[in-house]
């Protein structure tokens, strides 16, 4: 079936897979079984069936999707199927599940009759004044027990709120007067610190803070401060649940301070909880940028942001903070052009017929039994941070460690796998949970300045949220980032079953082998990353297209004949040429 919805609504639909035309992807049956059939007109449309109970159906988390003070149109077809005469009750409803209280249910469409011979349309509204804390599910029930539920397609989308600030503009600063423009304006001193505004010219050139204001530019200065205390302002109605936030600043400290000192971005949270945003390790009399990222999952009654960190009694100078809600979807979108870029070529398939004239000790012992089968090896692994070799051995026996992996195998790549490097907790890094994938750009950027030319493996990547969406999502940030940048070459998971991971609620499957939604967004991203292409080729006997390195098989149609053949196509940047003969 094909939706009659406009397009404006499926544009802005947040229900994922709404036509189900990735099968059930993000949809999960509650209790019941639930398949994917082809409608015969090009189409597909779910059937759940082995419902025992009235509430029984399909379900999709929405959580991160929906905000509060919004209005939110639901429009779903449907039909039913099963012992039953003419027609069967069919409804919508919300599933709000909170952290320490029980669930709330929201009907969208209340029980409709809904036909066994047609398909109707179902139409609803509700409005979420608040958010729950924990998850919320959107999901189709109704019939009696033993009648099949059949759905073409779902649509979810906003129309209007009720409060402005609901809808925060993706990019918009939510810092008031963060240029001091007005001195101290919305800002106050968290305890007894003192602040008053300055001007400076010494911003490196290449900030826009500074390149913008042509010349001296202002910051917040903070004295007679103890190692918790600085600059603060409230955003309590300024943020929303679920949102991802970044989190960008210039920080520097006094002169005469010796030894570096952390500079760190905080949240204080219902005047109690604090949460950790990012921090930097300022040395020297310079600026240095501090960039992060936080969401909040949790109602909050009041939530202050402030900086602190130098030692007490050294002065901390703050410039240009910003925070600002991170569009993810236009980011993808971006990313799905650089990674066409960056990760594919132009190949043209020459075919050719029948006949033509055109076809054309520790360390020793392991690398040299494994001479020439291993392609990379991790010579010195998790040591950057610690010092277990060098206090035995010397100085010097980290260096006389890659010498002999060379020289016992020298075709072998020679690794450094080490941890806290991009998960922030390396001061020198920047915390991003959730992750932004500005951040890890820019940080992979950084790597490919330094002109070092050393190939970017991620070893040990983990994302551990109760909530397996916000797990799905991060996970998608990360691999989108590392697939589209040209410096990373590979990226490893340990362990993904449930139980068998580092870190709690980081699995993508559970003990069953059932995958989560996390598990389910890699199997996608999969998908998108393999090249599937179908054409005729033109009257030069070519077919063209853009596709991923790798193996590939071709189906060539003649006639009546089916022919497959196989072919690989290495990395590279200019076009290449497969000849295939038939």
């Keep these: 079936m094909s939706s009659s919805s406009g397009s404006s609504s499926v544009a802005s639909n947040i229900i994922v897979n709404h036509d189900f035309s990735s099968g059930l992807d993000s949809w999960e049956p509650n209790t019941c079984v639930a398949s994917v059939v082809l409608d015969g007109q090009g189409g597909n449309y779910a059937v759940v069936t082995n419902r025992t109970k009235t509430w029984q159906g399909l379900e999709q988390d929405i959580t991160g999707r929906v905000s509060a003070g919004a209005t939110y149109t639901v429009s779903a077809r449907v039909r039913v199927s099963g012992p039953v005469q003419e027609s069967n009750d069919v409804e919508t409803t919300l ?8 669930r709330d249910y929201k009907t969208i469409i209340k029980k409709t009759s809904v036909s066994r011979n047609r398909w109707q349309t179902l139409e609803g509204k509700v409005l979420l004044e608040t958010l729950p804390d924990r998850k ?28 402005e600030r609901a809808n925060p503009a993706h990019g918009l600063n939510i810092i008031t007067n963060s240029s001091f423009d007005q001195d101290t304006n919305e800002w106050f001193p968290f305890s007894s610190c003192s602040l ?53 600043a210039w920080v520097r400290i006094g002169s005469g301070v010796r030894g570096p000192q952390k500079v760190k971005v905080k ?26 990222s936080f969401r909040i999952e949790t109602k909050p009654r009041k939530v202050m942001v402030y900086v602190h960190g130098p030692d007490k009694g050294v002065d901390l ?78 100085d010097e026996i980290r260096v006389t460690m890659y010498k002999t992996a060379k020289k016992l195998d020298p075709n072998v790549r020679l690794f450094v796998n080490d941890y806290h490097i991009e998960d922030g907790r390396d001061a020198h890094s920047t915390p991003e949970n959730p992750v932004v994938g500005e951040i890890v750009c820019s940080a992979l950027d950084k790597f490919v300045e330094s002109k070092l030319g050393l190939p970017i493996w991620f070893t040990e990547l983990d994302f551990s949220h109760l909530n397996e969406r916000f797990r799905g999502d991060d996970l998608e940030v990360m691999l989108r980032e590392a697939f589209a940048h040209p410096a990373v070459e590979g990226i490893m998971f340990w362990g993904n079953e ?25 199997l996608a991203l999969k998908e998108e990353w393999m090249s599937n292409e179908k054409g005729k080729t033109n009257n030069q006997g070519q077919f063209k297209f853009r596709g991923f390195p790798g193996d590939y098989k071709v189906y060539v149609q003649i006639g009546s004949k089916r022919i497959s053949k196989e072919f690989e196509v290495p990395k590279g940047e200019s076009p290449l040429v497969v000849r295939i003969n038939l």
């Design 95 to 102: 599933r709000l599940e909170f952290q320490d209280s029980p």
């Design 498 to 522: 449930e139980g068998k991971k580092k870190w709690n609620n980081a699995h993508w499957w559970n003990a069953k082998g059932d995958l989560n939604e996390a598990g389910r967004r890699l």
């Design 317 to 394: 100078m703050l410039a240009g903070l910003r925070i600002f809600a991170v569009d993810r979807r236009a980011r993808f979108e971006h990313l799905k052009k650089k990674t066409d870029k960056v990760r594919k070529r132009d190949i043209v398939l020459k075919f050719y017929g029948p006949g033509s004239s055109s076809l054309p000790a520790g360390t020793y012992d392991l690398l040299t039994r494994y001479k020439r089968k291993f392609e990379h090896y991790d010579v010195n692994n998790e040591m950057l941070h610690e010092t277990y070799y060098r206090d035995r051995l010397g």
């Design 196 to 248: 008053s505004v300055r001007k400076t010219s010494e911003l490196p050139n290449h900030v826009p803070l500074a390149r913008d204001s042509e010349g001296k530019i202002s910051y917040i200065l903070a004295t007679n401060c103890k190692k918790k205390e600085g600059p603060a302002q409230l955003i309590t109605d300024k943020v929303q649940l679920f949102w991802t936030y970044q989190v960008s």
């Design 267 to 292: 949240l204080k949270v219902n005047d109690k909880e604090e949460v950790k945003v990012c921090e930097v390790e300022v040395n020297g009399d310079k600026w240095h940028e501090i960039v992060g």
């Design 136 to 163: 919320i599910v959107f999901y189709l029930e109704g019939p009696s027990p033993g009648v099949d539920l059949l759905i073409d397609y779902v649509l979810m989308a906003s129309t209007s709120r009720t409060n």
